[in-house]
């Protein structure tokens, strides 16, 4: 069995071996899946990843400025690293918000317009692989796992991946938060059971 290490390396290595026109294909296909999504649901806070390009990242800035064009009513935010380096801070952002990009190499707003995490409505979460219970594998510092504690317990967790959900379980720690489903190239995979998280609030 692998080690969470050496599945971040295969399914890394697995998006590396796209090429760019891939990558804004499949980006393109997610958005749209993504939009059809929305429009039955309506979430009216939206909080989206942007795409680390040395990651090579799915383009969220199509989701950004076709929600911020089709559905202006609607916030849009994403998050920054805050300065004790565990835990994210919520910002507002729209497609023409001017960005900089931070030590990690993440994009991020130069204004700080802050907002709630509680009222977060939908988090589209990054994440390298997802299997079928809805576990995801990420990057490994677990941001995002901390960060859907600060949200409602009602808030919807969707994943979004270049690649459908894993044909086997994908290692896991007590503290990994399952998702509530996958938007892929290939379509949205509900995940049966729908999970909650307490934030004890």
Not at 130 to 144: E, P, Q
């Amino acid at each position: 069995m692998k080690t969470k290490k050496e599945e971040r390396l295969y399914y890394q290595q697995l998006r590396d071996a796209l090429s760019v026109e891939e990558r804004e294909q499949r980006s393109k296909q997610i958005a749209e899946h993504y939009l059809n999504v929305f429009k039955q649901e309506r979430p009216q806070a939206v909080h989206l990843f942007l795409p680390i390009a040395a990651k090579g990242e799915i383009d969220t800035l199509i989701i950004l400025k076709r929600l911020n064009e089709e559905y202006p009513e609607v916030k849009t935010v994403t998050s920054v690293i805050a300065t004790d380096h565990q835990s994210l801070l919520t910002l507002e952002i729209r497609i023409d918000t001017p960005l900089h990009i931070n030590r990690w190499g993440i994009p991020e707003p130069v204004s700080r317009v802050f907002f709630p995490e509680r009222d977060i409505q939908e988090v589209l979460t990054p994440l390298l692989a997802m299997d079928a219970a809805g576990y995801r594998l990420g990057y490994g510092k677990g941001f995002y796992d901390r960060f859907f504690f600060t949200c409602s317990s009602n808030v919807k967790r969707t994943g979004i991946n270049f690649f459908p959900l894993t044909d086997h379980a994908l290692l896991r720690d007590e503290w990994d938060v399952p998702l509530h489903r996958l938007i892929s190239p290939e379509g949205v995979f509900n995940i049966s059971e729908q999970w909650s998280v307490d934030s004890g609030q």
